[in-house]
């Protein structure tokens, strides 16, 4: 087992298909939220998805993540059927999802809201677990540690997560989903509602995050997507649209008249 | 003293900022327990009725401790708390008729009855989430008031009686443990004394724990603890049955000290009394409920000449509910932390509260 997320994916996976969804489908009733997805993504890459709101984005990151159940289609992590997989063995497996909103536990300190996230691979319901201290369990306060010094937070690890700044909550969010040790981190709109220098500084993260960890985003901002994604995926009411590399993606007609707008761009 | 407070928390700094009470607190604790221990006997002397008193107040203490576990400490809104004091109340009793009076034998017994309800019942119910599980759980020990009332196991056994429906068991014999004589009331309550500490080491042992932590987190936010990998709806149905367990304890400890089991302990109305304490103490800080517990029974005992006692007892559990929203635990841990405002802070929540009623 990977014990820090700073090591690099096993090689057996190096430029391998990390997740590859076959005819992947989810309906709410009558509505269809995905439609027949299709889509492979590549060890070591970053990879966005893009889309006008209600194109199904965020359901496909449930759809990966366990909370949902497929309707039909496939959903292979390393070449192993996850499709109806509990969403805690989903992570064990390592696929880790960010939020977009906020979404942490607010009322405890910033330390214990990434050490629950490294205490969970070591855990588990052993006679141990229940007697020992969680404060004298060493490695997994270490390894927070680490993860927060990396999302640049190492001097806020005492404070109320309630009390941090937006920008800091933002960091926090990423911090508590890196330390689950992903090998696969998907990660929803993990700049929106910054500011620019925000921005540009969370962009660095992801790219220094992006060298060990394969990245699969749902971003809005064009600038962000064309500048980092390796590969990117387009999708509407449902469908994929179209996926290709940044370049292709801007020549594409389709995607022009249905998401960009038909303008120029540069 | 140090080896005494480390039985009860070994680690005494907190290297993750968390800590559910503080060394302090924890010596308060034990300076409350030892107080209890050397008041006993003068009580006893004064007034015996009050020393019966007290072992109420105490099993009900620690009823309201295995809520808070759960409720305060995890989240899990469980409104059948009766169920699983009444299952130890009914297994001591039947043990001690039947088989044997050994306390080592009875009491264990009465905390597996426990254990084993609340896994049942929280098996059945974590799938659902905040009122729904109350309403389960509430329905659910309403089924187990029912099979007491009814003595539905001897109907399915085709015995004479095993609960003795609506009348109960009466007339339940007196633990034995080491020659010790507990039909004295000292006895009894060092008995209890002695089981409630140690319950409240245990429980404060766990929500320390690694497994405590993730309930903690689970109050905070189900979902996201789901998504970094922790299988919720297991370790709800542990942290429920653990709470069980306790929960059976002291239906055990109160069923031979009233020398009755009838079905009125696996009532709603005592699941609804243990909210109140919990709400008046100040959950989520496993001392406050037991306070809060105390006070209650302490009340109920004083006010029950009046003729509705209930409206008192409402009328200052609104006070607090309005006024000292995190309970007594509350109003302590601020006199403590700012003991020179206390006076200047009560006006402040009388204010807040006119204020938000003029809108």
């Known amino acids: ?266 | 003293m140090k080896a005494v407070t480390e039985f009860f928390d070994r680690s005494t700094h907190s290297r993750t900022g968390n800590q559910l009470l503080s060394s302090q607190g924890r010596f308060a604790l034990l300076v409350s327990i030892a107080v209890l221990a050397v008041a006993a006997p003068i009580v006893q002397m004064i007034h015996p009725f009050w020393l019966n008193l007290m072992v109420r107040m105490m099993i009900f203490a620690l009823l309201a401790l295995s809520l808070d576990f759960v409720f305060g400490y995890a989240g899990l809104l469980s409104f059948g708390h009766a169920a699983m004091f009444g299952a130890g109340g009914y297994a001591a009793a039947i043990v001690i008729t039947e088989v044997t009076p050994h306390a080592l034998v009875v009491l264990p017994i009465a905390v597996v009855a426990g254990v084993v309800i609340a896994a049942l019942i929280g098996w059945l119910s974590v799938r659902a989430r905040g009122i729904y599980f109350a309403m389960l759980t509430l329905a659910f020990a309403q089924m187990f008031y029912v099979v007491a009332f009814t003595d539905l196991p001897a109907t399915i056994l085709d015995r004479g009686s095993v609960t003795g429906g609506d009348n109960g068991l009466y007339g339940i014999g007196m633990y034995e443990l080491f020659g010790i004589d507990f039909t004295s009331t000292l006895m009894y309550f060092y008995l209890t004394l002695g089981l409630v500490a140690l319950s409240l080491a245990i429980i404060i042992r766990l929500a320390n724990s690694q497994f405590g932590r993730v309930l903690q987190g689970i109050r905070e936010n189900e979902e996201r603890i789901e998504f970094i990998g922790y299988d919720v709806q297991r370790y709800k149905v542990v942290g429920f049955a653990i709470s069980g367990g306790f929960a059976g304890l002291a239906g055990g400890l109160y069923v031979p000290f009233q020398s009755v089991a009838h079905p009125g302990l696996l009532h709603w109305m005592i699941s609804g009394e243990l909210i109140v304490m919990l709400l008046l103490g100040g959950m989520g800080t496993l001392w406050g409920p037991m306070l809060g517990a105390g006070l209650v029974v302490l009340l109920e005992e004083q006010l029950a000449g009046f003729a509705s006692w209930e409206i008192i007892l409402g009328g200052i559990f609104v006070g607090v509910v309005i006024f000292a929203p995190r309970g007594l635990a509350g109003i302590l841990i601020s006199l403590r932390n700012d003991p020179g405002s206390a006076v200047e802070n009560a006006k402040q929540a009388v204010r807040d509260y006119l204020e938000a009623v003029r809108g």
């Open chain 1, 1 to 266: 087992m990977t014990t820090t997320t700073t090591e690099p994916n096993p090689t057996e996976f190096e430029g391998g298909i990390v997740l590859e969804t076959n005819g992947l489908t989810k309906k709410f009733g009558a509505l269809t939220a995905v439609d027949d997805v299709s889509l492979e993504i590549e060890s070591g890459t970053i990879n966005s998805i893009i889309g006008p709101n209600g194109a199904g984005k965020t359901t496909l990151f449930n759809l990966f993540t366990g909370k949902h159940e497929p309707t039909s289609g496939s959903i292979k992590f390393r070449g192993v059927d996850i499709g109806g997989r509990k969403p805690h063995e989903i992570v064990a497996d390592g696929i880790v999802r960010s939020y977009q909103i906020t979404n942490f536990f607010s009322e405890l300190t910033t330390l214990e809201n990434v050490r629950l996230a490294t205490q969970a691979r070591q855990t588990g319901f052993r006679p141990t677990d229940f007697v020992r201290h969680h404060g004298s369990v060493q490695e997994p306060i270490d390894e927070a540690r680490r993860v927060l010094e990396r999302v640049h937070l190492g001097d806020v690890a005492q404070r109320r997560a309630a009390n941090l700044s937006y920008g800091q909550r933002r960091h926090l969010e990423i911090a508590i989903s890196l330390a689950a040790d992903p090998d696969l981190l998907l990660m929803d709109e993990p700049t929106a509602g910054m500011s620019p220098e925000e921005t540009r500084e969370t962009v660095e993260l992801i790219t220094e995050i992006a060298e060990d960890v394969t990245l699969v985003l749902i971003e809005h901002d064009m600038e962000i997507v064309m500048d980092i994604s390796d590969r990117i995926a387009v999708m509407n009411m449902g469908s994929l649209l179209a996926r290709g590399t940044p370049e292709e993606i801007q020549q594409d007609d389709r995607v022009q008249e249905a998401y960009l707008g038909g303008g120029d761009r540069d």
